[in-house]
């Protein structure tokens, strides 16, 4: 069974950091991608990462890290200077195989986790 599970949200405050991890089973992901939704805002790209490339969104660009773990499956999203609109719920998401593009786009991806919540406080 396909699962993603992250972890390592939580409260901080403005100009701290925190890293999440999204642990993968079941099968083994071309590229995942992290993505946030804050209340009444849509869902947005945050980063993503193949086995050769990385994808930032331009508000984190700089600031957050994605990187990714082959033997444990696992891909994190390290995020320094954090501001308090980087507050939202944190998805990771998993796609079988990289066709080279549409890294930023939600429907391009086969699975989700259950989200993390992370809040910066001012």
Known sequence: QVQLVESGGGLVQAGGSL??????????????????????????????????????????????????????????????????EDSAVYYCAARFFDPGWGAEGAENYNYWGQGTQVTVSS
């Open 19 to 84: 890293r999440l991890s999204c642990v993968a089973s079941g099968r083994t992901f071309s590229r995942f991608g992290w993505f946030r939704q804050a209340p009444g805002k849509e869902r947005e790209f945050v980063a993503a990462i193949t086995w050769s490339s990385t994808y930032y969104a331009d508000s984190v660009q700089g600031r957050f890290t994605i990187s990714r773990d082959n033997v444990k499956n696992t891909v994190y999203l390290q995020m320094n200077s954090l501001k308090p």
